[in-house]
C-alpha cells in the first residue's frame, strides 16, 4: 500500500470515528440531565450546608450540556474508536505484535476506568469538602458549575493518565527500554518526584490531598514495578558488561591487524610491479 493510499485509509477511519462520536453526542444529549446529576452528584453532596452551584453567565448552562454530551460521546464511542485504529495499525504489524496489542489495549481500557472511578468517588469530592472547609460566617460559598466542572473534568484527566503508567512501562519492558530491577532501584526518586507532581496538581496546603494524589501514583509505580517484571523477555541472558568491554576490544584489535595486513600486502603488490 503505497502513501496515497494509507491517506485515504486514514480519512475513511477518522470520518468513521467522527460519525461515532456525534452519535454518541446525541444519544448521550438525551440523558443529559441524568449524566449531570452523576457527574456533580458527589460534588454537591460534598457541598455545606445550603451551598448550591451557581452560573453567572448566559451561555454557561448550555456549555455546560455540551461538555457532557461530549464527555458521554466520547465514552459511548470508545469502543468504536479504538476498533478504527487497530484496523488501520494492524496491518503494518508482526504476528508477534499483534499478540501483545491486545493486552496493551485491554490494560489501557481497564487503567482509564479505574482512573475516572477514583475521581469521580473519591478524588473529586474530597477537593470540594476541602474547599468549602473555609466557608465562614461572612461568606456564602457558591462554587460556579463552569470552574466545578472544569475541576472534575481537569483531575479526571490527570488521573486517568496517572493510571496509564503500567501500561506504559509495559510497552517499554516489551521493547526492552525499562527493566523492573531499575524502577525498584529509583523507587527513592520517583516518590519525591511523586508528591512534588501531587502538590502541583492539587494547589492546596493540606497534606491529606496532597496524599490522595500522590498516593495512587505511588500505587500505580509500585504495579508498574511487577508488570515490567512479568513483561520483560524470557530466554534472553544479559551478558556481562566487563565481558561485552573484552568482546569490543578483541575485535577492535584483530580489525586494526587485518587493516594493517591488507595495508603490507598492498605495498609489496606495488613493489613487485614496479
Known amino acids: 500500500m503505497g502513501f496515497l493510499e494509507h491517506l485515504d485509509e486514514l480519512r475513511r477511519r477518522l470520518i468513521r470515528a467522527l460519525i461515532a462520536l456525534v452519535g454518541g453526542m446525541a444519544v448521550a444529549f438525551f440523558f ?27 451561555g454557561e448552562g448550555i456549555a455546560f450540556y455540551f461538555d457532557l454530551a461530549l464527555l458521554g460521546g466520547v465514552v459511548l464511542a470508545a469502543p468504536f474508536i479504538t476498533y478504527q485504529a487497530w484496523r488501520f495499525i494492524a496491518p503494518g504489524l508482526y504476528a508477534r505484535e499483534k499478540r501483545f496489542a491486545w493486552p496493551l489495549m485491554l490494560m489501557g481500557a481497564i487503567g482509564a476506568i479505574a482512573g475516572a472511578a477514583f475521581t469521580h468517588y473519591l478524588l473529586f469530592p474530597s477537593t470540594i469538602e476541602f474547599f468549602g472547609r473555609f466557608n465562614s460566617k461572612l461568606t456564602i460559598y457558591t462554587p460556579r458549575l463552569e470552574d466545578t466542572f472544569g475541576l472534575y473534568k481537569s483531575l479526571l484527566l490527570s488521573m486517568v493518565a496517572v493510571f496509564q503508567i503500567p501500561t506504559l ?40 490531598n496532597q496524599s490522595i494524589v500522590a498516593a495512587p501514583m505511588l500505587a500505580m509505580y509500585l504495579v508498574s514495578i511487577v508488570v515490567a517484571w ?45
Not at 36 to 41: D, I, Q, S, V
Not at 200 to 205: F, I
Not at 250 to 268: G, H, N, P
Open 32 to 58: 443529559v440531565d441524568r449524566i449531570a446529576e452523576f457527574a456533580l452528584g458527589p460534588a454537591i453532596r460534598a457541598l455545606p450546608p445550603g451551598a448550591k452551584l451557581i452560573t453567572t453567565r448566559p
Open 169 to 208: 512501562v509495559f510497552f517499554l519492558a516489551l521493547m526492552g527500554l525499562v527493566t523492573a530491577r531499575w524502577l525498584w532501584r529509583n523507587v527513592p526518586y520517583a516518590t519525591l518526584i511523586i508528591f512534588i507532581a501531587a502538590a502541583v496538581l492539587t494547589s492546596s496546603p493540606d497534606w491529606w
Open 230 to 274: 512479568l513483561a520483560a523477555p524470557r530466554g534472553r541472558v544479559r551478558p556481562d558488561s566487563r565481558d561485552h568491554l573484552r568482546l569490543v576490544f578483541a575485535a577492535t584489535v584483530i580489525d586494526q591487524f587485518r587493516r594493517r595486513q591488507s595495508k603490507t600486502l598492498s605495498k609489496a603488490c606495488v613493489r613487485k610491479m614496479s
